[in-house]
């Protein structure tokens, strides 16, 4: 296989790799996207671009990530199984190989209820885990689901999302495990704020050998105020924010804060580079893209190997 995953190759090259969201917007704007790839050129090794996140319409993930392609950027396209059916989603896959695209995160996504078309019938023919065996199976046996083969395979390095702040804890793991089984070969974590939370996960990955099967990219989000973090605490599923960091974020004065959330983020970087098994970080910068270089500079992710 002739893969050129710029992902893939830092990776396993053992560097730690760096890569960000590029959220595509709710219209139909290619600059939009060329835009945000600009902010991020040359500062991530990878681009994540988000599949109607919150269950919002915009831009598909697969056209902007041509988009990101044509542009001389590595993307990294989320696909939820939200939306289509496994005919469908094997198309998706085979059309995005076509394209260049060479990596995919295969996602449940977030349901419809929470995002604006909440009349919407969610499909979810097949969970998140199928879905990554699937593209596995195409990839590496030729076939689709029910056995039939294809003329030529799609070439992706195939990734999952883990959150380690769910409960239980040890089920997280067993998920953990089941994703990498099925063929996941990175994984990106929900956003880390309670560090001895993700400490005790990533604990019991290793001693279960699971950090030694994948490469694991821990999440980062920068916060940008005591508001964001509360939210984020209060009404986002899966989330955990310690208190003690919203008091950080509500005891530096307003015109300071996003410096704060900034400063945050970066600590925790310094502190998933020292952590044996954890290969990378994914920043999710929210509508915030200008952040990232400041963030990868300060982290001393600077500069990233060339692509």
């Known amino acids: 296989m002739n893969d050129n995953s710029q ?21 139909a704007d290619p600059e939009v996207v060329l835009k945000k790839a600009e902010m991020l050129r040359g500062k991530v090794d990878a ?19 041509s988009l990101l392609k044509t ?26 190989s076509a394209l260049g695209v060479r990596n995919v995160l295969c996602l449940s996504g977030d349901h419809q209820v929470f995002g604006n078309q909440p009349q919407a019938l969610g499909v979810f023919d097949l969970d998140s885990i199928q879905f990554v065996q699937t593209v596995k199976a195409m990839r590496d046996e030729g076939i689709i689901l029910g056995g039939d083969s294809l003329t ?8 999952a999302a ?4 769910a409960d239980p804890l040890d089920f997280r793991v067993v998920r953990l495990a089941k994703k990498i089984k099925a063929g996941a070969g990175f994984i990106q974590t929900q956003c880390i704020y309670n560090i001895e939370r ?19 990219l821990g999440g980062v989000t920068p916060l940008k105020s005591p508001g ?20 950080r974020m509500e005891g530096v004065p307003k015109d300071k804060q996003s ?16 952590m044996p098994g954890v290969k990378g970080v994914h920043i999710m910068a929210i509508e915030w893209e200008d952040a990232v270089g400041e963030i990868v500079e300060k982290a001393g992710l600077l500069p990233r190997p060339a692509f």
């Open 7 to 27: 992902l893939k190759s830092v990776l396993e090259k053992g560097d730690f790799a760096v890569t960000a969201e590029c959220g595509p917007p709710k219209g």
């Open 47 to 65: 681009l994540n671009v988000t599949d109607n996140q919150t269950a919002i319409v915009r831009m598909s993930s697969l056209a902007a990530c």
């Open 71 to 96: 542009a001389g950027l590595d993307p990294v396209l989320q696909m939820v199984v939200r939306d289509r059916n496994r005919i469908a989603l094997q198309s998706d896959i085979l059309g995005a």
């Open 152 to 159: 030529s395979p799609p070439e992706l390095f195939i990734g």
């Open 162 to 165: 883990a959150n380690p702040f």
């Open 198 to 216: 993700f400490e005790a996960w990533l604990t019991m990955a290793a001693d279960r050998g699971l950090t030694e099967e994948t490469f694991i």
């Open 228 to 247: 964001m973090a509360k939210y984020m605490k209060n009404r986002v599923s899966g989330m955990d924010v310690p208190d003690d960091i919203i008091k």
């Open 259 to 274: 410096e704060e959330g900034i400063r945050i983020c970066v600590e925790t970087i310094l502190r998933l580079k020292e």
